[in-house]
């Protein structure tokens, strides 16, 4: 053992480390990468049980006149599938790419603040916990209920004591909470790490987009977070403490929770797309052999989309009665969003147009995510007209728009980026059979499920019903999106199989398997605990494209 | 902030490895979840938290821990990057391999498809007015038909009321044609310079046969007093004496310059001389 002048030195590891060393190794880590690699595995945990419980409402909804489930376990499981979708499984996607990529990406060892990313990531742990814990203890004190029942949104004061007694709405309340605290914790620190240590020579404009996009996506956690969490603390002073925020018969408001709510909900959409964003801006110019089509406008356009976006929540309120000038202000704004994000889409046209692009998996998955995201889109703009969104709100119309946006826009990108990535993280190639296999089946599946979900909300059906009765158009309907269902799940089967059998004995990776541009790329698979041995600098956008074409670098022309 | 990772020449200086952050994570998550389980679970969790700060605060005042994490064996490290061997291909607008053929570096200015909106559509007029006189005797036939998109009782009244003159009629229907000409006009020479090979050809004949096919599917919704009585060989006559006239008008325009070939800080007027450089491609 080496003991150098201040700290004290690491044996080099042992071959093969205990089952309690390696727990240990894991559990006191403050290791971005490690933290990196725990955030997306809690992730895809809390992803297969969401997808269960998706499942069995489908299985529920698959023929009228169902009693496969009671109708309070139906409440309870889409209220949990929502949330965990959201909180549980987008988010700490998010926080997961982002601390594992922006360190190696702008040539750093570590996030700023190692303790505090550790201390995130297990406050979203626990928070999840906690809120799963309500299947067990949901019953509380007072016996009643098991867990939240009240949907993702968990509107007030539906949600105050007079209509929701035990204490399944606290813990709804309480496991955000707490995962919020984490999440806003990690924002700070991803922020403060992309605008003090990048690399000598990484400026603005050099900085690669999967960076750019995870600091406004940062910035936008930060601001949204605060009312979310303001709102959860009004709501449990309401239920524990006798206030009166959102209690209309004590001069509270019934709409306040709503403004409240959706001024987090609708850009949290935002935080979750744009880290898909961000990993299509890597992967979709290293397979079509280009640069990034427009990069000052993709960057302009990600600001555009995070300030827009706080300027949009009051569309999930038409129904509401909203004033004839508040409809108006915010079809606009909603529809303005759609030209950052469309500027978006024909930058990533426009760098496919005249590359000779590589179908492998990764760039598959993103042709298919800019498919989705399109029409994601255009149900989306649809939606934010008035008279449109009265006919349609809370129907399955608008539920199969938003998983457009979050399976189609997404879960794509992020099997996308699990196999553009998992080479890095894990020094071992994913296979590419059994990746077509997923892909193929897969999408199948969602567009069988997720296309078809539109027509039975067009035909009037409304989200979050039981049971229905039949003849109303929405038999079939309902039977061919569970069994797209029943689809998706054999292509999550051959992607599960695929991940364990490839980091059993999946083909070396080596150091940049796809021949790609950004730093990380640089280091070995996996990187080293310390990234790099001499921190790079860099010259350009693409800095392995400098160096593997002396004779063309891309700094002549930045 | 932490300021670990100080470099010695064969090792990084890294943070230790710590348990406070996972135990006052987990002693937050117990003060919050006694609400909703038993008040020990708060106590305890309040009690887990504070230790845990206290043990934090120790690992990182006044000096942070860390500890020394040798650089990896000379063989286990990454290998340096290697000049590719495969060349470079830049594409330019207009090269080889029809990278942006069709990227309009010179378009036909505004006020050419204004012209060209208001001569087509004079034409237009003319060869609809014709129509009214061979079919119905009428040249306010086509007219009222215009306008009772807009105008309720021209939307009901009989072909003899259609063949009437009406003021309403006549003001209605100039402003939708003289709109919709406008419009088309300015449209139109957007997308010439656009259309490969014969523009007047395409934007003159398989235009307005397309236009016409979108016409066809959607008249009874826009206007059904105009689709049940509409003559489909006029109207495509029409609509290509439109095409034809529009796009002479505006191919006989001076084009002029689009900034789209120009770098970014050029069209942003931040500096000037900039090199062209039109993307790459690896072959």
């Given at each position: 053992m080496t003991v150098l002048e201040e700290g004290i030195a690491r044996p080099h590891a042992p071959e093969r480390a205990s089952a309690w060393e390696v727990v240990h190794d894991w559990v006191t880590t403050v290791d971005h990468k490690k933290l990196g690699v725990m955030y997306i595995s809690s992730a895809l945990v809390f992803f297969l049980i969401a997808g269960f419980e998706a499942t069995l409402m489908r299985i529920q909804l698959a023929v009228p006149n169902n009693d496969f489930l009671p109708p309070n376990t139906f409440n309870r499981l889409f209220t949990m599938h929502g949330t965990t979708m959201v909180f549980l499984v987008g988010m700490p996607m998010f926080f997961g790419f982002a601390n594992y990529l922006t360190p190696l990406m702008i040539g750093a060892r570590d996030l700023a603040f190692?303790?505090?990313?550790?201390?995130?990531?297990?406050?979203?742990?626990?928070?999840?916990?906690?809120?799963?814990?309500?299947?067990?203890?949901?019953?509380?004190?007072?016996?009643?209920?098991?867990?939240?029942?009240?949907?993702?949104?968990?509107?007030?004061?539906?949600?105050?004591?007079?209509?929701?007694?035990?204490?399944?709405?606290?813990?709804?309340?309480?496991?955000?909470?707490v995962?919020?605290?984490?999440?806003?914790?990690?924002?700070?620190?991803?922020?403060?790490?992309?605008?003090?240590?990048?690399?000598?020579?990484?400026?603005?404009?050099?900085?690669?987009?999967?960076?750019?996009?995870?600091?406004?996506?940062?910035?936008?956690?930060?601001?949204?977070?605060?009312?979310?969490?303001?709102?959860?603390?009004?709501?449990?002073?309401?239920?524990?403490?006798?206030?009166?925020?959102?209690?209309?018969?004590?001069?509270?408001?019934?709409?306040?929770w709503q403004h409240f709510f959706w001024f987090f909900g609708h850009p949290e959409v935002y935080v979750l797309i744009l880290p898909a964003f961000a990993m299509a801006n890597e992967i979709v110019p290293v397979f079509s052999r280009k640069p990034l089509f427009g990069y000052p406008f993709m960057v302009g356009a990600t600001v555009l989309i995070g300030f827009i976006s706080l300027s949009v929540w009051a569309h999930h309120m038409f129904v509401v009665g909203l004033s004839p000038a508040a409809n108006t202000f915010f079809t606009l704004s909603t529809m303005a969003i759609a030209v950052p994000t469309g500027i978006k889409i024909f930058n990533w046209l426009g760098t496919m147009w005249g590359g000779k692009i590589r179908f492998k998996m990764p760039m598959l998955w993103c042709t298919a995510f800019l498919f989705s995201f399109v029409i994601a889109g255009l149900t989306g703009v649809m939606l934010a007209v008035v008279p449109w969104d009265w006919q349609l709100s809370d129907s399955y119309f608008v539920v199969a728009h938003f998983h457009f946006v979050l399976i189609g826009g997404l879960l794509f990108n992020i099997f996308a980026a699990i196999y553009y990535w998992f080479p890095k993280v894990t020094g071992r190639m994913l296979d590419e059979k059994l990746g077509r296999l997923h892909f193929w089946i897969f999408a199948t599946g969602f567009y069988l499920t997720f296309t078809t979900m539109h027509f039975p909300g067009l035909l009037g059906m409304p989200r979050r019903i039981y049971t229905y009765e039949a003849g109303r158009g929405w038999d079939t309907l309902n039977l061919i999106t569970s069994l797209g269902v029943a689809v998706q799940l054999v292509g999550l089967t051959f992607f599960l199989w695929n991940v364990v059998r490839s980091l059993l004995k999946g083909d070396p990776a080596g150091d940049d398997p796809w021949d790609a541009w950004t730093l990380e790329w640089s280091t070995t698979s996996p990187p080293p605990e310390y990234n790099f041995e001499q921190i790079p600098v860099v010259h350009s956008r693409r800095p392995l494209w400098d160096l593997k074409h002396p004779e063309d670098p891309d700094w002549r022309y930045e | 902030m932490s300021t670990p990772h100080r470099e010695h020449p064969d090792a990084?200086?890294?943070?230790?490895?710590?348990?406070?952050?996972?135990?006052?994570?987990l002693g937050a998550t117990l003060v919050f979840a006694g609400l909703v389980t038993h008040v020990v679970a708060t106590i305890v969790g309040a009690v887990l938290f504070v230790i845990s700060a206290i043990g934090w605060f120790r690992e990182v005042l006044p000096e942070e821990a860390t500890e020394i994490v040798p650089f990896v064996a000379a063989e286990r490290r990454a290998r340096a990057v290697v000049a590719s061997t495969r060349t470079v291909e830049h594409l330019h607008p207009g090269g080889p391999g029809g990278h942006r053929m069709r990227l309009p570096v010179e378009i036909h200015p505004y006020t050419a498809g204004l012209r060209g909106g208001v001569v087509g559509g004079a034409v237009m007029a003319l060869l609809a007015c014709l129509f009214g006189l061979i079919d119905q005797h009428s040249v306010w036939y086509p007219i009222n038909l215009l306008a009772a998109s807009a105008v309720p009782s021209l939307a009901t009244a009989s072909v003899p009321e259609l063949m009437q003159f009406s003021a309403l009629g006549l003001v209605v229907a100039t402003i939708v044609h003289g709109l919709m000409s406008l419009l088309v006009g300015m449209l139109y020479a957007m997308i010439l310079p656009m259309l490969p090979r014969q523009p007047i050809l395409l934007g003159g004949l398989i235009g307005p046969l397309l236009w016409t096919a979108i016409i066809w599917a959607s008249l009874g919704i826009v206007n059904p007093t105009l689709e049940e009585r509409i003559h489909?060989?006029?109207?495509?006559?029409?609509?290509?004496?439109?095409?034809?006239?529009?796009?002479?008008?505006?191919?006989?325009?001076?084009?002029?310059?689009t900034m789209q070939a120009l770098p970014i800080a050029l069209r942003a007027g931040i500096e000037g001389g900039m090199p062209g450089h039109g993307g790459e491609d690896e072959k």
């Amino acid at each position: 053992m080496t003991v150098l002048e201040e700290g004290i030195a690491r044996p080099h590891a042992p071959e093969r480390a205990s089952a309690w060393e390696v727990v240990h190794d894991w559990v006191t880590t403050v290791d971005h990468k490690k933290l990196g690699v725990m955030y997306i595995s809690s992730a895809l945990v809390f992803f297969l049980i969401a997808g269960f419980e998706a499942t069995l409402m489908r299985i529920q909804l698959a023929v009228p006149n169902n009693d496969f489930l009671p109708p309070n376990t139906f409440n309870r499981l889409f209220t949990m599938h929502g949330t965990t979708m959201v909180f549980l499984v987008g988010m700490p996607m998010f926080f997961g790419f982002a601390n594992y990529l922006t360190p190696l990406m702008i040539g750093a060892r570590d996030l700023a603040f190692p303790r505090m990313n550790a201390f995130g990531f297990w406050l979203f742990l626990f928070g999840g916990i906690l809120l799963y814990f309500s299947f067990l203890g949901g019953d509380g004190l007072y016996g009643a209920g098991t867990a939240p029942d009240v949907g993702w949104f968990a509107y007030a004061p539906l949600t105050g004591k007079a209509f929701s007694r035990g204490n399944s709405t606290d813990y709804w309340i309480l496991g955000i909470l707490v995962s919020g605290f984490g999440s806003t914790g990690t924002a700070l620190n991803l922020a403060a790490t992309i605008l003090t240590m990048r690399c000598p020579g990484m400026t603005w404009g050099k900085l690669p987009l999967f960076v750019w996009l995870m600091l406004v996506n940062c910035l936008l956690t930060l601001i949204i977070l605060t009312p979310l969490t303001a709102a959860q603390v009004m709501l449990l002073f309401d239920r524990y403490l006798g206030a009166h925020f959102f209690d209309t018969q004590a001069g509270g408001s019934a709409v306040l929770w709503q403004h409240f709510f959706w001024f987090f909900g609708h850009p949290e959409v935002y935080v979750l797309i744009l880290p898909a964003f961000a990993m299509a801006n890597e992967i979709v110019p290293v397979f079509s052999r280009k640069p990034l089509f427009g990069y000052p406008f993709m960057v302009g356009a990600t600001v555009l989309i995070g300030f827009i976006s706080l300027s949009v929540w009051a569309h999930h309120m038409f129904v509401v009665g909203l004033s004839p000038a508040a409809n108006t202000f915010f079809t606009l704004s909603t529809m303005a969003i759609a030209v950052p994000t469309g500027i978006k889409i024909f930058n990533w046209l426009g760098t496919m147009w005249g590359g000779k692009i590589r179908f492998k998996m990764p760039m598959l998955w993103c042709t298919a995510f800019l498919f989705s995201f399109v029409i994601a889109g255009l149900t989306g703009v649809m939606l934010a007209v008035v008279p449109w969104d009265w006919q349609l709100s809370d129907s399955y119309f608008v539920v199969a728009h938003f998983h457009f946006v979050l399976i189609g826009g997404l879960l794509f990108n992020i099997f996308a980026a699990i196999y553009y990535w998992f080479p890095k993280v894990t020094g071992r190639m994913l296979d590419e059979k059994l990746g077509r296999l997923h892909f193929w089946i897969f999408a199948t599946g969602f567009y069988l499920t997720f296309t078809t979900m539109h027509f039975p909300g067009l035909l009037g059906m409304p989200r979050r019903i039981y049971t229905y009765e039949a003849g109303r158009g929405w038999d079939t309907l309902n039977l061919i999106t569970s069994l797209g269902v029943a689809v998706q799940l054999v292509g999550l089967t051959f992607f599960l199989w695929n991940v364990v059998r490839s980091l059993l004995k999946g083909d070396p990776a080596g150091d940049d398997p796809w021949d790609a541009w950004t730093l990380e790329w640089s280091t070995t698979s996996p990187p080293p605990e310390y990234n790099f041995e001499q921190i790079p600098v860099v010259h350009s956008r693409r800095p392995l494209w400098d160096l593997k074409h002396p004779e063309d670098p891309d700094w002549r022309y930045e | 902030m932490s300021t670990p990772h100080r470099e010695h020449p064969d090792a990084v200086v890294a943070p230790a490895p710590t348990m406070w952050p996972m135990l006052a994570a987990l002693g937050a998550t117990l003060v919050f979840a006694g609400l909703v389980t038993h008040v020990v679970a708060t106590i305890v969790g309040a009690v887990l938290f504070v230790i845990s700060a206290i043990g934090w605060f120790r690992e990182v005042l006044p000096e942070e821990a860390t500890e020394i994490v040798p650089f990896v064996a000379a063989e286990r490290r990454a290998r340096a990057v290697v000049a590719s061997t495969r060349t470079v291909e830049h594409l330019h607008p207009g090269g080889p391999g029809g990278h942006r053929m069709r990227l309009p570096v010179e378009i036909h200015p505004y006020t050419a498809g204004l012209r060209g909106g208001v001569v087509g559509g004079a034409v237009m007029a003319l060869l609809a007015c014709l129509f009214g006189l061979i079919d119905q005797h009428s040249v306010w036939y086509p007219i009222n038909l215009l306008a009772a998109s807009a105008v309720p009782s021209l939307a009901t009244a009989s072909v003899p009321e259609l063949m009437q003159f009406s003021a309403l009629g006549l003001v209605v229907a100039t402003i939708v044609h003289g709109l919709m000409s406008l419009l088309v006009g300015m449209l139109y020479a957007m997308i010439l310079p656009m259309l490969p090979r014969q523009p007047i050809l395409l934007g003159g004949l398989i235009g307005p046969l397309l236009w016409t096919a979108i016409i066809w599917a959607s008249l009874g919704i826009v206007n059904p007093t105009l689709e049940e009585r509409i003559h489909w060989g006029w109207f495509i006559a029409s609509q290509i004496g439109f095409g034809l006239v529009a796009g002479i008008v505006i191919a006989r325009s001076e084009k002029i310059q689009t900034m789209q070939a120009l770098p970014i800080a050029l069209r942003a007027g931040i500096e000037g001389g900039m090199p062209g450089h039109g993307g790459e491609d690896e072959k």
